[in-house]
């Protein structure tokens, strides 16, 4: 193959081609091929090395380190959690339609596992997510604030296609926070989608965020377009700990 080449097809950036071309050839030299079947191939395997790419960027921007799908869901261990709702979500028609969805119940239940999956979904559907624990949320007011730039960090909350917010009420977000989430959720009613995991049942809400008027203009917009999820059963880390630890007992009584 002709270096030339390779260096040509990279400073046109189709790097894809470029590393799927010795490849190619091979291929062409050994299967009967025709000239547009070829070049179908190799264009293809440019799109899907940026569609990659792509997909790794959003899950990057999104805050995701570890990609978490349904498919690795333990369904099993709590047959009340409806798995079927939670697949149709991660299929990412409720971010099209801007509807939000709140998943409420005890911890150790999947509530982030879920989360993160119905965000991959959306990234795989090609929108763009952010996820936010409330203590990480609680860090970048903080930051903010002291960077003055309270108002871009505002407008990145409001923009986002699909805005998750992860344990909501565990935290409280400082003086201002309940006028800055309520500014987030007017702006983005109706036009764009947030998933909150909570805990805290919704007549909670005015107290963690120290303005019950605020809190209930929130509820009353969210809510207005959300399905809500009861998730219910055990917890599944409480019980991943006991076999762990059942499991070192058992190591010892051998030893």
Avoid at 2 to 7: E, G, M, V, Y
Avoid at 64 to 85: Q, T
Avoid at 158 to 178: C, I, N, Q, Y
């Amino acid at each position: 193959m002709n270096p030339q080449l390779s260096i040509q097809l990279r400073h046109l950036r189709l790097s894809g081609m470029a590393e799927a071309l010795p490849v190619r050839l091979e291929q062409a030299r050994s299967s009967p091929l025709d000239h547009l079947e070829w070049l179908e191939l190799l264009v293809g395997d440019e799109l899907a090395r940026r569609a990659d790419r792509l997909f790794a960027r959003r899950l990057k921007q999104a805050g995701i380190v570890a990609v978490k799908e349904l498919s690795d869901f333990d369904f099993a261990f709590n047959p009340k959690i409806p798995r079927a709702r939670l697949v149709e979500l991660a299929t990412a028609r409720f971010v099209a339609g801007h509807q939000g969805v709140l998943l409420i119940g005890p911890p150790g239940l999947g509530k982030t596992h879920a989360a993160v999956a119905i965000a991959v979904g959306a990234i795989r559907a090609g929108y763009r997510a952010l996820i936010r624990s409330v203590f990480d949320l609680a860090a970048d007011f903080l930051e903010a604030e002291a960077a003055g730039e309270r108002r871009k960090l505002v407008d990145t909350l409001t923009r986002v296609d699909l805005l998750v917010l992860e344990d909501f009420g565990m935290k409280k977000l400082g003086p201002s926070a309940a006028e800055d989430m309520l500014e987030i959720f007017v702006r983005r009613h109706e036009t764009v989608s947030t998933l909150i995991t909570t805990n805290r049942p919704t007549e909670d809400w005015g107290q963690f965020l120290g303005d019950v008027p605020a809190a209930t203009a929130i509820l009353d917009r969210f809510l207005a377009h959300a399905e809500v999820i009861q998730m219910q059963g055990k917890s599944y880390r409480l019980h991943q700990r006991a076999r762990r630890a059942a499991q070192g007992t058992e190591s010892k009584a051998r030893a």
